[in-house]
């Protein structure tokens, strides 16, 4: 259940830096340099030295980075001269695609220490080790972080190097301060991790509190802490929250774990430059397939649109797909297997950092010494599009402050809690206001940086000047909340007023969106002196291309702003209006014309009824149903009568018995004879053999045996009866008049009708 534990991630987002336009964005993660070291001590069961391989293997095959690099040792303790503490089991492997997979040989080397090789557990030694790893020809630049693989039981007890037996407990507590302060100096953040049943994690925390503070971001989240791994169920995922943390990375789990076959599903946020979505598959017999929010298959090397993918681990227990340029959404993770290995769960998820960029803005732009301003930061992905799920951004921090001429930096407060300055709760725009101080006399400056774990730091700035009493150009922006489609077009209003002598002209452009997604006319306004008035501005979408996989149904909510710059007045800026346009994809013919499709779908429908009410109509005039069928002997005497039933396809059919002695008609399937009602009216007779004969209403048409055919008349009660199931099923025999006598209204019957 062990022996497949994968892949971790590791990863430091790089401290802030100067704020670059969106457009020249490019998905950014560093390397870190790691050691991992493994206790092999006694202490330790053979379960939980299983673990213990497993973690080292799962810290290693799912890193982000392929400039990362680790180094992979055992240890114990030297408790004789032919003894060493430490076992090398893996050298400073740089982990591309090709070092990733030679990790898990490398590790399988680890081993629980047999007697004659020293069985206690010597830390100073290991955090020597890994200090000396992590330090020695590397770039100090790239951070440095030490996983320590132990149940945290320090025994130094049989320990020649740490003096008389009675002074080794004391010494190895002394020699382990000393490593702390080393690993410290050295910028090497330990992480601890327990294992067995009872890790001593005062000793743990002792350990994490040690080493280096200063983490990947200043936040606590990002500090080294000690954690217990309590078993195999629960090794994947307590490992990848630590390592997580430990390189500012952002942990998402999936669906919950499934056996094979089975499809899983795991989120990935639109915040993701880099990511690994890591598969527990606890049999080496399962194989994986990867479904990209859009529903395509993507490839486990290479390139496929805009996104690069690096797999490792195929044939282990545990395999991680490296993505560069995910496309955000829910993936979905296939899981096959063939018969025999499908008893053990599948899980995954997802690790993966990001870059989060804030567009700020002040209102007004160019305020008045003493005048209160609005600023507001808004948080979006490197391509400018607005965030929807807060927890894309959880643990952010927002640092603000204004600066300027004539006064001293003065710090802001921005939330996101729809109080005070802010109109509304978690909506990815922090706000706050600030005076601006009566001594500002020139230029002025509102800055905003962005941290959080996992995403790179943003800092953000938007620049102004102290306005004079009276502004020669002031105005005002009004771009309408829309739901566009790519290639529409959105119109607002500038209302602008130039009470100077001179003419101005203002340049409009929008700013922190990725070129292509937008544009903006007119580029120019030109101002007469004393031009007041009301000018159209159109924000025009780019086609369907420029905004590729992101465009779902859901849409995309663009982050942008436009900008009026007054160019002959110092650049001053007149106007800054954030765009709020949700570009939805362009509908397909049913969302288009569905009302053309309900109105023809009712006109089929209208149509299809009259046709069936019209076949049913021709059935029911071609029916014979009800007709009185009389067999007219040479004499012209009717010597039978018969009142015929429903045919088949409308025809029935009958034959002639007995014509010489008792001559009736009897209904016969596939009789000689068959007759049908004619829409003109009269009927139709049809002889097999012979073809069909009119016989009109008061006509008669000659059979054999000098018998010939007529049609009687029909009464009202004979249609009365037509729907009685026993009607006309039994033939009649016996002669009847020609003309029978009408009956009495006391008898309750009506009077005869001529066949029509």
């Known amino acids: 259940m062990l022996g497949g534990a994968a892949a971790l991630i590791s990863l430091l987002a790089p401290a802030a830096h100067d704020p670059v336009p969106a457009a020249a964005s490019k998905p950014a993660f560093t390397s870190v340099n790691y050691a991992v070291a493994v206790d092999e001590s006694a202490s330790l069961a053979p379960d939980d030295m299983k673990a213990e391989k497993a973690a080292a293997a799962r810290i290693a095959v799912g890193d982000v980075s392929s400039a990362s690099h680790v180094t992979v040792f055992g240890f114990a303790a030297a408790e004789s001269g032919d003894q060493r503490a430490v076992d090398p089991v893996c050298p400073r492997t740089t982990l591309d695609a090709a070092g990733r997979d030679s990790i898990g040989g490398c590790v399988g080397k680890l081993h629980g ?42 025994d130094v007890t049989g320990s020649p190097q740490y003096g008389d037996p009675a002074h080794r407990k004391d010494e190895g507590e002394r020699q382990l301060d000393l490593e702390l302060k080393n690993a410290r100096a050295q910028g090497v953040q330990i992480w601890p991790l327990g294992f067995g049943p009872d890790p001593d994690k005062a000793q743990l925390d002792r350990m994490a509190a040690g080493g280096y503070q200063k983490g990947c971001v200043e936040l606590p989240s990002a500090l080294p802490t000690a954690d217990k791994i309590s078993g195999a169920k629960d090794l994947g995922a307590k490992l990848e929250k630590v ?23 795991v989120g990935i946020s639109p915040l993701a430059t880099v990511g690994s979505i890591v598969v527990d598959k606890s049999d080496p017999k399962v194989t994986i397939t990867y479904i990209d929010p859009n529903g395509h298959q993507v490839p486990t090397s290479g390139s496929y649109r805009k996104s690069h993918f690096e797999l490792a681990g195929a044939g282990d227990t545990v395999e991680a797909l490296k993505i560069v340029d995910p496309v955000p959404g829910v993936w979905q993770v296939k899981a096959e297997a063939p018969e025999g290995h499908r008893s053990l769960p599948v899980g995954v998820s997802v690790l993966w950092q990001g870059e989060l960029r804030g567009a700020i803005t002040m209102d007004p732009p160019s305020p008045q010494a003493g005048q209160k301003a609005t600023v507001t930061m808004r ?22 402050e204004l600066t300027g001429d004539g006064f001293a930096a003065v710090p802001l407060r921005l939330t996101d809690d729809g109080k005070g300055p802010d109109p509304t709760a978690s909506d990815g725009s922090f706000t706050g206001s600030v005076t601006i101080p009566h001594s500002a006399n020139g230029a ?12 790179s730091a943003d800092t953000r700035s938007e620049s102004g000047l102290v306005a004079p009493d009276v502004l020669p150009v002031s105005g005002t922006l009004r771009l309408p909340a829309a739901d566009a489609h790519p290639g529409d077009e959105v119109t607002g209003t500038l209302n602008v007023h130039n009470t100077g002598k001179t003419p101005h002209t203002l340049r409009l452009s929008v700013a922190d969106l990725q070129p292509g997604l937008v544009s903006v006319t007119p580029a120019e306004i030109e101002l007469t002196p004393h031009d007041s008035g009301t000018k159209t501005v159109t924000v025009r979408l780019g086609p369907a291309d420029a905004f590729g996989d992101r465009l779902d149904d859901d849409g995309l909510k663009l ?39 309900l109105i023809g779908a009712a006109v089929i429908a209208a149509v299809v009824a009259v046709v069936l009410a019209w076949l049913r109509q021709r ?88 018998l010939s055919l007529s049609l009687g008349e029909e009464t009202r009660s004979t249609k009365s009866r037509r729907n009685h199931p026993t009607w006309g099923s039994r033939p009649r025999t016996g002669r009847t008049p020609t003309t029978p006598t009408a009956a009495t209204e006391d008898d309750g019957t009506s009077t005869y009708e001529s066949y029509r």
Not at 113 to 139: M, Y
Not at 444 to 455: C, I, N, P, Y
Request: hydrophobic fraction near 30%; include cysteine.
């Open 243 to 265: 390592f997580a943390a430990a390189h500012c990375l952002r942990y998402q789990p999936g669906s919950s774990p499934q056996l094979p076959p089975a499809t899983m599903e």
């Open 444 to 455: 002025l400056k509102v800055s905003g940086t962005l941290t959080a774990s996992g995403l």
């Open 379 to 400: 948080l979006q992905t490197r391509e400018g599009y607005q965030i929807k799920d807060p927890r894309d951004y959880a643990g952010l921090r927002v640092r603000s």
């Open 619 to 706: 059935r029911g005039r071609l029916d014979p149903y009800g007709l009185v069928l009389q067999l007219v002997s040479e004499d012209g005497d009717v010597v039978a009568t018969h009142p015929a039933g429903h045919g088949h396809k409308q025809w029935y059919e009958f034959a002639v018995v007995e014509p010489h002695r008792s001559p009736r008609i009897e209904r016969r399937n596939h009789g000689r004879y068959a007759i049908q009602r004619s829409p003109e009216g009269g009927a139709w007779l049809r002889e097999r053999g012979a073809g069909r004969t009119r016989l009109t209403a008061h006509g008669t048409v000659p059979l054999a045996d000098g």
């Open 113 to 154: 220490r047999k007697k004659d090789e020293g069985t206690g557990t010597d830390f100073p030694s290991a955090i020597r080790q890994g200090v000396h790893e992590l330090s020695s020809g590397t770039d100090p630049s790239v951070p440095r972080v030490l996983f320590l693989l132990t149940d945290g039981q320090m």
């Open 559 to 597: 982050g942008g702003t436009v900008t009026a710059v007054d160019t002959t007045d110092h650049e001053r800026t007149v106007v800054r209006a954030p765009l709020s346009v949700t570009v939805t994809p362009e509908p397909g013919i049913w969302d288009a014309y569905w009302w053309a499709f």
